[in-house]
């Protein structure tokens, strides 16, 4: 009766994994585990995974402390630094924070978990490296999948001893592939399947319709001259399966989204005074993504109140807010249906514009974010911010070359866009043989 579903683990730091599983909700067993907020977690566990989660975001925040905080920063992110990949090398040898990790784990960490998940015999699909390591050391019974999160990664996705591991990948990234293999992990134990995407933004498997057709309604907004439009409106037509529209039927939409620790909070307090005019003109709808954090929300409030723009409050300025995780990814995922600008660091949402959404980087955060803004660069789908306090004359600047219209719709040819169903058949079909279904994948 089970035999298409899947244990779906997670964690509750950040963003970043909980937004990776959220889309397989569909194939978890009942729901979706949190593997530092489960029932009955032992004591010692809770207090292990607290400690983590405290100094990730305490430093992440402290960041923006001036002078200091970069130096601590810097000193916390060195911990976890992701080498060049150039020259290639053997970069097998673990780090000193993963050799440490592993020896708390087998000291006991995780030892609960894995034991209540294997009173089912399911396969085991992660999106954190400390849970695939603790289902790896403690001897979880299926196959145990791990779901990489970044366009490169880290050693610490990777066992001490990568060839005695039974971790399998699933690789978003054709640099995630080859830093695998640099990592020492056998190619069979690699399968590229994209970024898991949210299915309500997307559409069915093969049409993408819903992405295509959000694209079409967003790239008059994008590009307000039509200048790319009718360059390019042959290929348009060709991939979108229609011409693009003269009118949007939305607002100019941008929506800046702060991240899981409350960092760079102040650069959306620039830009909503430096739109303060756009936004009181109507040319321009400012959505403030706070998550789930409520002092975010009670701050921009203010903020709202304070540039005079409360009448304008929930129609041409908004803060999008939530009590969980969950409610918060329904209600961010329905918002960029209608959102032409995604405005963030560039954490695991760059894979986000895959579904033809332009984004506009705001400075990355830790070592993984430089080579997820690498990644966007590659692919000409990211921009990097200018200077805030003017984003009210370069923004749309941008907009009337047409610069923003082309991001979007690289990133829509050019990303990964089938992740969370490639995943998906690779349960439903024979997951203890990945090989069986690799070479029919989508990416």
């Known amino acids: 009766m089970h035999s ?62 001036p002078m200091l905080g970069e130096r601590v920063f810097s000193l916390y992110d060195h911990l976890q630094e992701i080498e060049n990949f150039y020259p290639k090398r053997d970069l097998s040898a673990p780090t000193l924070l993963l050799k440490e990790t592993d020896r ?53 996705w990777v066992a001490v001893k990568p060839k005695e591991s039974r971790i399998q990948y699933f690789a978003p990234t054709y640099r995630v592939v080859d830093r695998l293999k640099l990592y020492g992990v056998a190619e069979e ?57 003269k009118k949007s039927p939305h607002p100019l939409t941008v929506a800046f989204a702060i991240g899981g620790a409350g960092a760079q909070k102040e650069i959306a307090w620039t830009i909503m005074q430096s739109l303060r005019q756009a936004i009181i003109d109507h040319r321009l709808r400012l959505v403030v993504v706070a998550g789930v954090r409520k002092e975010l929300k009670d701050e921009y409030d203010q903020n709202v109140r304070d540039l005079g723009l409360t009448s304008l409050d929930g129609i041409w300025v908004q803060v999008l807010y939530t009590k969980d995780k969950f409610s918060y990814f329904e209600k961010f995922n329905r918002l960029l249906r209608t959102t032409d600008v995604l405005w963030t660091k560039p954490s695991e949402l760059c894979f986000y514009t895959a579904m033809g959404l332009p984004i506009i980087m705001a400075p990355a955060v830790g070592s993984q974010e430089k080579f997820n803004k690498l990644w966007m660069k590659s692919l000409a789908a990211g921009i990097a911010q200018q200077d805030p306090h003017y984003a009210n004359e370069w923004l749309f600047d941008w907009l009337e070359s047409g610069w923003l219209a082309e991001a979007a719709v690289q990133g ?32």
């Open 4 to 65: 298409h579903k899947a244990w779906v683990v997670t964690v509750d730091m950040g963003y970043g994994h909980q937004r990776a599983t959220y889309p397989l909700r569909d194939i978890a067993y009942k729901d979706i585990v949190t593997a530092n907020h489960y029932p009955g977690m032992p004591k010692s566990d809770r207090e292990l995974w607290q400690k983590s989660q405290y100094w990730y975001e305490a430093v992440s925040r402290f960041k923006q402390v």
């Open 104 to 156: 708390i784990i087998r000291r006991g960490w995780g030892k609960h978990l894995i034991h209540q998940l294997n009173k089912r015999n399911l396969p085991l699909v992660t999106s954190f490296f400390t849970t695939a390591h603790m289902a790896d050391i403690h001897g979880y019974k299926g196959p145990i999948y791990c779901i990489i999160t970044d366009a490169d990664m880290s050693r610490s």
């Open 189 to 245: 134990r690699i399968v590229l399947t994209g970024f898991p995407l949210p299915k309500e933004n997307s559409g069915g498997a093969h049409e993408l319709q819903l992405i295509k057709r959000d694209l079409l309604d967003r790239l008059p907004n994008l590009d307000t001259r039509r200048r790319y439009v009718e360059q390019y409106h042959r290929t348009l037509k060709e991939q979108l399966g229609a011409h693009p529209k």
């Open 412 to 443: 829509f040819l050019e990303a990964p866009k089938y992740g969370t169903f490639n995943i998906e058949r690779i349960i439903r079909e024979h997951p203890e043989q990945i090989k069986a279904v690799r070479t029919v994948l989508q990416y």
